[in-house]
């Protein structure tokens, strides 16, 4: 079971199991063709709807999407998620990180941070292009930016500093 939210106002609980989905406990009865690079068609109660994954943070296991040209992110909490959420723990799942490393291998095509620059948790560092797609890749905690690794235009392989933290 997945909560899924895209603002304050809209969450769902989805259940995903291989025969069917459910939304809140209804059926949710709709047919998605992955049309490539990232690009998908949803047909949904008789309507047609173009799809574009824009970026994906694994970590914060949101994704922005682009659906009918208005753009959302979604976020994902699994039952973990919920536990620490429900436990009070959730801010004690996250631990101070140092640096920031690439998730996959790709190509700087956009620096937002200087050293020295305070951030928050979700704000921009960089934006990592990788298979066709541009990825948003963001602060996973507060802190002050001490080195920025790369340089417009790099090409960088998984797993390699992106960005420091003091």
């Known amino acids: ?20 989905i459910t939304v809140n406990g209804q059926p949710f009865g709709w047919d998605l063709v ?47 998620d919920l536990l620490l959420d429900k436990l009070g723990m959730s801010q004690a799942a996250s631990h101070k990180i140092n640096e920031v490393k690439a998730p996959m291998p790709g190509l700087i095509v956009d620096i937002r941070v200087v050293p020295g620059q305070t951030v928050q948790k979700g704000d921009a560092l ?15 905690g507060d802190g002050t930016v001490s080195a920025v690794k790369v340089a417009l235009r790099d090409n960088v392989n998984k797993g390699q500093v992106l960005v420091q933290f003091a």
Not at 4 to 18: A, E, F, I, K, L
Not at 131 to 139: G, H, L, T, V
């Open 1 to 20: 079971m997945l909560q899924v939210r895209t603002g304050p106002d809209s969450v769902w609980d989805v259940d995903y199991r291989p025969d069917q």
């Open 34 to 80: 992955e049309l490539g690079n990232g690009r998908y068609h949803l047909l949904w109660q008789n309507r047609s709807y173009p799809v574009e994954v824009v970026g994906v943070d694994g970590a914060a296991k949101t994704v922005q999407l682009k659906l009918a040209g208005r753009r959302f992110e979604v976020q994902a909490k699994d039952r973990f």
């Open 126 to 140: 960089l934006v990592l292009e990788a298979m066709k797609m541009e990825n948003i890749i963001k602060s996973p």
